[in-house]
């Protein structure tokens, strides 16, 4: 699945199990930067493994059993960014293809 990227998205400071190392003020620009990527997670931009792996499950999640999937980041109580999942967008097409074919 290829990777495509209009911009950086701070991923050399995602981590989930070893600590955080995303400062909070550093979330809205990450999320906003992973919209121009083909990667369905954030989670999912950690590893190829990964990727496949979140990129299956938010698939089979968000389409197949049509449940309802989004980030809000909240600044100060108020939603300041909500990232919703890509499989309607151009940029995850190519992926969405490969899914539907392992998935007939």
Excluded at 32 to 56: M, Q, V
């Amino acid at each position: 699945m290829r990777r495509s990227s209009t911009r950086p998205f701070l991923r050399k400071s995602v981590v989930y199990y070893l600590g955080a190392k995303l400062d909070a003020s550093q979330m809205t620009p990450a999320y906003k930067a992973l919209d121009g990527t083909n990667y369905p997670t954030l989670y999912g931009a950690t590893s190829f493994g990964d990727d496949f792996a979140e990129s299956f499950a938010s698939y089979v999640h968000t389409q197949v059993l049509k449940r309802p999937w989004s980030i809000r980041i909240l600044k100060d109580g108020q939603a300041d960014y909500t990232y919703r999942t890509c499989w309607d967008d151009p940029r995850c097409v190519e992926k969405r293809d490969i899914l539907e074919a392992l998935l007939r």
